[in-house]
């Protein structure tokens, strides 16, 4: 499923189904500001959000189309091609993503589709500090974080997986996207009822400092290749 997010300062309520190329459902709706900061959005943002919402483990695809805000960037069907290049000697196993079909594709994959993109993705040290971010070189993040399903899913008993929608066999960790609109950054978690404002460059700067100081999430920097090449995107 995915939505268009319509931030034009009016609340009219309206949501029109709309089927996709691929058979699930779109929304197209109007939100009103009911979260912190969501004026600051209705006056600086007149535009709109797309934010494509969870299916299977297709986490991946969907923080690439979301970050990208295109709906037709890749497909499961891209994805997949991209794992045969990858490994194409792996006719049953293929270790980038999950040998159920439902996704579950893995960094590599990312890099490799956003490449084919003319952008890089740069995993972020640890031991820097996000403040060193130089945010207008950026494209966005995309980040690796736990899955809170997965907690959920170790309690199950083997037998019981059987009788589990697919949505639910969730892998241990989750692909999120994150990027600005306008002045301000939205966190684009497929999980997600909607996009979450996370604020201005300084709240930005807090959030990924917060992602930071976790072991269990890793942060990925979007960037052109001119400005990978240049190490333009981080203050030395």
């Known amino acids: 499923m995915s939505s268009h997010v319509v931030l034009n300062g009016s609340d009219v309520g309206s949501i029109v189904d709309d089927k996709r190329k691929d058979g699930t459902d779109g929304v197209v709706s109007d939100v009103e500001a009911d979260h912190t900061n ?3 959005v209705l006056e ?5 959000i797309y934010h494509e919402k969870q299916c299977k483990q297709m986490c991946a695809k969907h923080a690439l189309n979301n970050l990208l805000q295109d709906m037709d960037a890749f497909t499961k069907c891209d994805l997949d ?3 045969h290049t990858l490994s ?4 049953f196993l293929n270790p980038h993503k999950s040998s159920l079909g439902l996704g579950n594709y893995d960094i590599n994959v990312i890099i490799s589709a956003l490449h084919s993109k003319h952008l890089e993705t740069i995993w972020f040290d640890k031991r820097k500090d996000p403040d060193q971010l130089q945010l207008d070189h950026i494209k966005g993040f995309i980040l ?3 899955n809170p399903i997965y907690n959920s899913c170790r309690k199950w008993t083997t037998s019981s997986l059987f009788s589990l929608p697919s949505s639910l066999l969730s892998s241990r960790k989750h692909w999120i996207a994150i990027r600005s609109f306008g002045q301000l950054y939205y966190n684009l978690d497929s999980k997600l009822d909607s996009p979450q404002l996370i604020g201005n460059r300084s709240q930005l700067i807090h959030y990924l400092r917060e992602k930071n100081r976790s072991n269990d999430t890793e942060i990925f920097v979007i960037v052109c290749q ?3 090449e240049s190490v333009a995107w981080i203050r030395q």
Do not use: E, H
């Open 81 to 83: 091609t991209i794992c």
């Open 144 to 146: 690796n974080i736990p």
């Open 226 to 228: 001119l400005m990978a």
């Open 88 to 91: 194409p000697n792996s006719r």
């Open 44 to 48: 600086v943002m007149n535009g709109v």
């Open 38 to 40: 969501g004026s600051d």
